[in-house]
């Protein structure tokens, strides 16, 4: 009896501690469970950080409402709206332009009609100096200039550059203008808010929003260096300023990408450090200065470095070099790869073709480059590249053999030896173009008309054209003999 409840204990006793340990394991286990959960819980928790360090910069909506608005009652007196009349051909109007852009639609004694066009600019200096787009004034012969207050006047063009589309108009305003203040391109980054204002389809004043979309885009041209942007660019924002948030311009509306003709969120800006260097030069001097090398250049490329074996990946590869120029002077050939110029780095082609561009005539500059492999250095020096823009200043015209009467609104050349063989005529001066709603206009004079005699005056040059009409004035009437297609007819031309 006994012995039976010994055994009875001993077998509770065993259950007791059997229990003991089931449980023990069992808390250990779930302790060590709830330990990796938390440990791993941590570990996700660690990516994601209490407070962003960008949430600071980061403003309400509100804000950025003020700020925008702020911006607009600074920049919006400084845009004007800029509107145009060219001369152009019958074929110039409408399709045929479009549909055959390669082909020369102008024709002697072609008759002259008016095109209207609209564009934007912004004043950057108080005695009316403006900045817009060479694609809206180049081609004008009148530009009327209405500022944001209303008042209208007529501009004149100080010169434009079609390399970077850039122009300068100046009018003769009674008090000082508001102006806009030019920001540092540089300092933009991708990302950044912009505003655009000009007159999108003559609609003065609109204000659009968007941000820098990207930088240094390159398209067809060789100055190429766009700021491109999302904020809506349309026809008639040509011209008009792309600023920052503090107001300031960082570029001038230019172009726009688009399938449809309209806007499709991809629109280009001159970059303001450009517009600035372009804007000095005209207005100091009528035209854009800009350096010469004299090589043809393209990117270095994998397939280019696969072929060649080169050793660099970047750099301008020199296709062809220019004879007698600067670079051929300095010793570079074709196959060399410019890899530094005047102590800065050269990673592309469009980059050597800037640095160029800005180096001042006459400079002499240490270029490296690389030649089967090793680096090499030379000195060359910058010559002047040919000009390609147009100028309207005083300087140029001086030295433009067709000349301006400025009363009867001609412009003529003195017959050259083989026009005059062409012609079948000895002398005289050939009309190369008539200025819209002028006394020569209004006579039906036109492009390709020669002049023999202007009152009784015989006309053999253009120095004598301009004797003959330099005392016209107001209110007087003047008879020119007249040659076209072989004919010879009077035409009696009034001042008004």
Known sequence: MVKRKNRVLFVAAGAVLALSLIFSFSFLVTKAYREYTVKASNRAESLIT???PIAEQIV??????STFRKVAKTVKPTVVNISVVEKVGIGELGGLRREFPDLDFKFPGMPRYKQRGNGSGVVVTEDGYIITNNHVVGKAANIEVKLSDGRKFKGKVIGTD?????????????EKLPIAKLGDSDQMEQGDWVLAIGSPFQLEQTITAGIVSAKERRLNRQYDNFIQTDASINPGNSGGPLV??????IGI?????????????IGFAVPSRLVNSVYTQLVGQGRVIRGYLGVTIDNVTPEKVKALELTVEQGAFVNDIQPSSPASKAGLQSGDIVVKFDGKDVRTANELTSYVAETPVGKKVEIKFLRDGKLESSYVQIAERKQSGLSRSPENLEENPQESDGKLGITASTISESDAAKLKIKSGVKIEDVTIDSPAAEGGLRTGDVIHKVNRQNIVTVSDFLEATKSLKEGDSVIVQVERAGQLFFQTLKIE
């Open 60 to 65: 309400s909506p509100t804000e950025l409402s």
């Open 162 to 174: 079609p390399e970077t589309d850039i122009a300068v108009v100046k009018i003769d305003a009674p």
């Open 253 to 265: 509306n230019t172009m726009i990408y688009s399938e449809t003709g309209g806007n499709e969120g």
């Open 50 to 52: 209490k407070e962003a």
């Open 244 to 249: 920052n948030m503090k107001g300031e311009v």
